[in-house]
Nanobody
Framework: QVQLQESGPGLVKPSQTLSLTCTVS??????????WDWIRQLPGKGLEWIGA???????FYSPFLKSRASIARDTSKNQFILQLTSVTPEDTAVYYC????????WGQGTQVTVSS
């Protein structure tokens, strides 16, 4: 059974960098034809795709967040990591890590609040 678990700070100050880690079990972040995504849900709004990393380590980003988002992976720990720079209160959201061949597996989500 594939499981994903997000971890990171629940509170980040404006202008700082948000860093979240997703730990994967039951599959490898190098599994062929799998991709590993970060998605968020802003308060009162729908889901917003942030970006993804594929099994070859190639990254893809939303054009709206490309200038601030970075996704990397640590194959030794079977993790993938999101960094979002220069955060503002508008980045307050529930952040999900997602994976599989077609977003099959979701973490439970982690609330991140940007506030001073």
């Amino acid at each position: 059974q594939v499981q994903l678990q997000e971890s990171g700070p629940g509170l980040v100050k404006p202008s700082q960098t948000l860093s979240l880690t997703c730990t994967v079990s039951g599959a490898s972040v190098t599994t062929t034809d799998y991709a590993w995504d970060w998605i968020r849900q802003l308060p009162g709004k729908g889901l917003e795709w942030i970006g993804a990393i594929n099994t070859r380590g190639v990254t893809f980003y939303s054009p709206f967040l490309k200038s601030r988002a970075s996704i990397a992976r640590d194959t030794s720990k079977n993790q993938f990591i999101l960094q979002l720079t220069s955060v503002t209160p508008e980045d307050t959201a529930v952040y999900y890590c997602v994976g599989g061949a077609a977003c099959d597996y979701w973490g439970q989500g982690t609330q991140v609040t940007v506030s001073s």
